[in-house]
């Protein structure tokens, strides 16, 4: 993983993408669905929504759907959906 946050929670950590509806998930507490994956060392995850997007609509929209999380916010985000993130540092 080539950059890092520092989160107010977390402290130093990976970056990591999710999409709008996940930042968002963080503070309603509501579940959207984690579909997530791990790239060369970089984690992204995409909610229920974002994943039935086509490519072609998901490509229009990615610019205004990615958002940054810290790895332990990502996890976080992850257990609110009932995912458990395995092998993250």
Not at 34 to 44: H, I, L, R, V
Request: hydrophobic fraction near 35%; include cysteine.
């Amino acid at each position: 993983m080539s950059e890092y946050l520092n989160c107010g929670t977390h402290g130093k950590q990976p970056a990591t993408f999710v999409c709008r509806h996940i930042f968002d998930s963080m503070k309603t507490g509501d579940a959207v669905g984690f579909y997530w994956s791990k790239t060369n060392g970089d984690y992204d995850a995409i909610c229920e929504d974002c994943n039935e997007l086509s490519d072609q609509d998901w490509d229009a929209q990615k610019a205004d759907l990615v958002n940054l999380l810290c790895l332990g916010c990502f996890k976080v985000a992850a257990n609110l959906n009932d995912v458990e993130i395995e092998g993250a540092a």
